[in-house]
């Protein structure tokens, strides 16, 4: 089992930034990849960004591409996701996942899910 908690969300303008983080406990960290999805309410569950387990290699959603950076710390079993220039259609809760595979962007290819935290973006 690994436990996956989010944290960094809140309210911020548009044009404004903010770091999630994703702690995580349990098994070896550095034994998956990991990835962070968003939904926002009425719509489905989005892919975000993924990171490999070395931290090597990254994918990134066309939508967040070039604002938001995924970057992970194995010393202390954490993902970030930095996001800069938000937007308010990047309102949303924003789930950290871990996964077994290699880079994947489809959610039911994940392990584990934490439990998510709200941002939102006003205009």
């Known amino acids: 089992q690994v436990q996956l908690v989010e944290s960094g969300g809140g309210l911020v303008q548009a044009g404004g930034s903010l770091r999630l983080s994703c702690a995580a406990s349990g098994r070896t960290f550095i034994d998956y990849a990991m990835g962070w999805f968003r939904q926002a309410p009425g719509k489905e569950r989005e892919f975000v960004a993924a990171?490999?387990?070395?931290?090597?290699?990254?994918i990134y959603a066309d939508s967040v591409k070039g604002r938001f950076t995924i970057f992970r710390d194995n010393a202390k079993n954490t993902v970030y996701l930095q996001m800069n220039s938000l937007r308010p259609e990047d309102t949303a809760v924003y789930y950290c996942?871990?996964?077994?595979?290699?880079?994947?962007?489809?959610?039911?290819?994940?392990?584990?899910w934490g439990q998510g935290t709200q941002v939102t973006v006003s205009s």
């Open positions: 996942a871990a996964t077994s595979y290699v880079l994947r962007t489809t959610g039911s290819e994940y392990d584990y």
């Open positions: 990171i490999s387990r070395s931290g090597g290699r990254t």
